[in-house]
């Protein structure tokens, strides 16, 4: 089992940027992927972006080419550097970590984007 942290939400204007942080401890040399994913109120969960254990991102139609998604694994720390934020990306954003046996979730943060 992995525990996960974010951090790093917060209120930003249109047009300006956040990184969130997920930290990981427990078993995390058994992560294969890491993600995040966001909910925004009244909304169903989405995928925004994920990374494999080889370093390849993949990120979701709304967020290509202003999110990049990385992974220290030296700090077992993923992280989710937004640009040129929309109000529409206003949400709570949760980092997963898979594994073999299931994937496990963090309890999320607050990202606010005002217009």
């Known amino acids: 089992q992995v525990h996960l942290v974010e951090s790093g939400g917060g209120l930003v204007q249109a047009g300006g940027s956040l990184r969130l942080s997920c930290a990981a401890s427990g078993t995390s040399s058994s992560i294969n992927a890491m993600a995040w994913y966001r909910q925004a109120p009244g909304k169903q969960r989405e995928f925004v972006a994920i990374?494999?254990?080889?370093?390849?991102?993949s990120y979701a139609d709304s967020v290509q080419g202003r999110f990049t998604i990385s992974r220290d694994k030296a700090k077992n720390t993923m992280y989710l550097k937004m640009n040129r934020l929309k109000p529409e990306d206003t949400a709570v954003y949760y980092c997963?970590?898979?594994?073999?046996?299931?994937?496990?979730w963090g309890q999320g943060t607050q990202v606010t984007v005002s217009s």
């Open positions: 997963t970590a898979r594994m073999a046996d299931g994937t496990d």
């Open positions: 990374i494999t254990s080889a370093g390849s991102g």
